[in-house]
C-alpha cells in the first residue's frame, strides 16, 4: 500500500462515524472491498464482512446496516458474551455475567434494570 494510500485510509479511520457503510460509500467514495480494511482499523482487529454483518475475529457479530443507514453494535466478553448492544433508534443494552456463563445484571435504556448480584 502506498503512503499516500495509507494516509488517506487512516484519515477516514479516523474520522469515519456511524453508519459506517453508508458513510463510506457516500462521503469517503469507497468502494465495497476497501470496507474490511477500514473496519479492521476501526475495531483494532481483523474483521470479516458478510452483506450488511460484521463479524470479529471470533465470528461475533459487531455491527449491522441497512441501505439506509440503520445500524446495530455488539460488544462481547472475553468469554464471547454480548456486554452491550445499540442501535441507531439510541435503545442500548448493557449486561454482565458470572463465571458460570449466567446474566447477573441488564440494564437498558429505558431505565429498566434487574441485577442478580
Do not use: A, C
Not at 482487529?45 to 455488539?74: A, L, R
Not at 442501535?87 to 431505565?111: A, C, D, F, L
Amino acid at each position: 500500500m502506498n503512503k499516500k494510500y495509507e494516509r488517506y485510509i487512516d484519515y477516514i479511520v479516523n474520522d469515519l462515524e456511524i453508519p459506517y457503510f453508508k458513510n463510506m460509500r457516500d462521503h469517503y467514495g469507497l468502494k465495497q472491498e476497501e470496507y474490511g480494511l477500514v473496519l479492521s482499523r476501526v475495531y483494532n482487529q481483523p474483521v470479516t464482512i458478510k452483506g450488511n454483518y460484521v463479524y470479529d475475529q471470533y465470528g461475533n457479530n459487531i455491527y449491522w446496516e441497512d441501505s439506509y443507514g440503520t445500524w446495530v453494535k455488539y460488544e462481547y466478553n472475553e468469554q464471547g458474551y454480548e456486554i452491550y448492544s445499540e442501535n441507531s433508534n439510541g435503545t442500548w443494552v448493557k449486561r454482565e455475567y458470572n463465571q458460570y456463563g449466567n446474566e447477573i445484571y441488564y440494564e437498558n435504556s429505558t431505565g429498566y434494570i434487574e441485577d442478580y448480584r
